[in-house]
């Protein structure tokens, strides 16, 4: 089995999501980011306005302004998800599988978001393209 040695010893999306491991935003800001135009290198200011949370039929929704979807969409936007049928593999098995059987150019990242789901994000359009089709 092969694992890359620069992406074992940086923390996963899913450690960083709960807090399990400590996070440097600069050294993150290249890969969480980069779908933000360059002008403000990332940096938006998040208003009252932008969030606003309420209570409809019992539930509680959270509404996003304009401003905030595009920049939550834009980073969607190279983004697969993929759903394992069957037997589930591990995590290093399945990222060796998908680089043997896709051989994207560039380097991929993949999250496991339980349950059988996976998030897989390129960093190359080309790649993605291709792999969609």
């Not at 936007?77 to 990222?95: A, D, F, P, W």
Request: charged share 25%; glycine share 6%.
């Amino acid at each position: 089995m092969v694992v890359e040695p620069s992406l074992s010893s940086t923390p996963s999306w899913k450690d960083k999501l709960l807090g399990g491991a400590s996070i440097s935003i600069e050294m993150d800001r290249d890969l969480f980011l980069s779908g933000i135009d360059d002008d403000n290198n990332g940096d938006f200011d998040l208003l009252d306005d932008d969030v606003q949370t309420s209570i409809i039929n019992g539930m509680p929704t959270i509404s996003f302004s304009d401003q905030i979807k595009e920049i939550l969409f834009k980073e969607m936007e190279l983004i697969m998800v993929i759903k394992l049928l069957g037997r589930s593999i591990g995590y290093n098995t399945l990222h060796n599988r998908i680089t043997s059987l896709w051989k994207p150019i560039s380097p991929f990242y993949l999250m496991d978001i339980e349950n059988g789901y996976y998030l897989v994000r390129f960093v190359n359009r080309s790649d993605y393209d291709r792999i969609l089709s």
